[in-house]
């Protein structure tokens, strides 16, 4: 599976963006779907997930109520829809998929596209 992430960009603080995650491959929709970031100086972190039917989500508490993972099997995509946007959502952003239940940690993941650019300003 190839994943390619877009949608990062410059946005002022409240604002929102969708960022999207195209997959390669016809097994697309077998794989648990994961949206991580890492900020400068930090780690990686868990963002939001989505099951591989996209019948469960689950977020990090940090971005609940205003981020919704969702994806569309058909069209092989992952979309991450941010609200409400903070400076501390500042980071560069990663899809990744897996088959695996542990939807938080990142090492359950075998893909990883390359990263999207989001910046908040305050």
């Known amino acids: 599976v190839q994943l390619q992430a877009c949608g990062g960009a410059l946005v002022q603080a409240g604002g929102s963006l969708r960022l999207s995650c195209a997959a390669s491959?016809?097994?697309?929709?077998?794989?648990?779907m994961g949206w991580f970031r890492q900020a400068p100086g930090k780690e990686r972190e868990f963002v939001a997930a989505?099951?591989?039917?996209?019948?469960?989500?689950y977020y990090a508490d940090s971005v609940k109520g205003r981020f919704t993972i969702s994806r569309d099997n058909a069209k092989n995509t992952v979309y991450l829809q941010m609200n409400s946007l903070k400076p501390e959502d500042t980071a560069v952003y990663y899809c990744a998929a897996g088959r695996t239940i542990y939807y938080s940690d990142y090492l359950e993941y075998h893909y990883w596209g390359q990263g999207t650019l989001v910046t908040v300003s305050s």
């Open positions: 491959g016809r097994t697309f929709s077998s794989y648990a």
């Open positions: 989505i099951s591989w039917s996209g019948g469960s989500t």
